[in-house]
């Protein structure tokens, strides 16, 4: 009855409930939005809406095809791609899955997640017990989630690192291009590459991934550990070690150094997957990426690249 009731309040549009809210909505802002802006917003609300109405009624028809939320789909391995269909529940005869003993280091009030070690420096690196959603319970899966997040973390690594090399105004010429690029704007920037560029970018992405999942995601039950690429081919890691198609290169690392390495890389990964997210939000509301040292207003000369084809051609 309280929807039923809020929803008839909402469609009543009296003008406690107008229909320009804003933006951002209610701060302030009820029926400020003019012109082109309030165009733009309209149309980012009616793509959204229908994205919205698609996903909503895709979730509501697989849930009720197999009795699952998506979360549970997640988490029991129903929507893992590489093991083609859905995978099945491990049958282990009586035994009960042990838990270790004590709680979650990163959630103190919780039991420990079963699955985890809450050992930062154990098979997977940066365990400190955090799983509210139950992922870690499909050990089959697990080696999956944590490919998936140093594949998603080492770009954005290196994607915060290129925003703030593009802000900071660095080039490297000659760009060619008919057209020059913004480079104080990265997300405007990523709409003048050429289609010709983003094919090539798309054909790097695809071979590599081929080769990810070749050598690496497909050889887990042989020993080959998520994440590990084979760059350094003398590493301490465990377990076997895929053979890198491109140049390597050799670090000669103790286990203790190597463990240290390994969580290193996870905390800097996860701080940035989170670190981009904010960047990218600030970029599209102001329009000017943010970067990691400070920068200064640059001259035009500074902040356009590329044209170098003489212009009416």
Not at 23 to 37: M, R, S, T, V
Not at 50 to 56: H, Q, S
Not at 68 to 91: D, M, R, T
Not at 298 to 307: I, W, Y
Request: a positive charge.
């Amino acid at each position: 009855l309280q929807i039923f009731a809020f929803a008839g309040a909402l469609e009543a549009k009296n003008l406690a409930f107008p229909t320009n809210y804003g933006y951002p909505a209610f701060f302030g802002q009820i029926n400020k939005l003019k012109g082109p802006e309030r165009e733009k917003k309209l149309l980012a609300e009616i793509n959204n809406g229908r994205l919205a109405m698609v996903a909503m009624a895709a979730i509501v028809a697989q849930n009720g095809a197999t009795g699952q939320s998506i979360v549970e789909q997640f988490s029991s391995g129903n929507l893992n791609p590489f093991v083609g269909g859905y995978a099945e529940k491990e049958i282990c005869g009586s035994c009960v899955a042990m838990r270790a003993g004590g709680n979650s280091s990163a959630l103190p009030w919780a039991p420990m997640p079963e699955g985890l070690s809450n050992n930062p420096y154990g098979e997977y690196a940066g365990d400190v017990g955090f799983d509210p959603l139950g992922f870690a319970k499909n050990k089959r899966l697990l080696p999956w989630y944590r490919e998936a997040e140093l594949a998603h973390g080492r770009c954005c690594m290196l994607a915060v690192l290129g925003f703030t090399v593009q802000v900071s105004g660095a080039k490297w010429e000659p760009f060619i291009t008919r057209y020059p690029t913004d480079s104080a704007d990265p997300l405007k920037a990523a709409t003048q590459v050429p289609i010709v560029g983003w094919l090539q970018i798309l054909a790097v992405i695809a071979l590599s991934e081929l080769w990810r999942y070749e050598n690496v995601i497909s050889k887990y039950g042989e020993g080959v550990r998520p994440g590990d690429l084979g760059w350094n081919p003398t590493a301490p890691a465990a377990g076997k070690r895929p053979k890198w198609f491109g140049p390597t290169f050799t670090a000669a690392y103790t286990k203790e150094e190597w463990g240290d390495m390994r969580l290193r890389e996870i905390k800097h990964a996860r701080l940035a997957m989170i670190g981009f997210g904010f960047m990218v939000c600030q970029n599209a509301a102001t329009g000017k990426g943010p970067s990691l040292i400070p920068t200064f207003t640059q001259a035009e000369f500074q902040s356009q690249v590329g044209d170098f084809i003489p212009k009416g051609l």
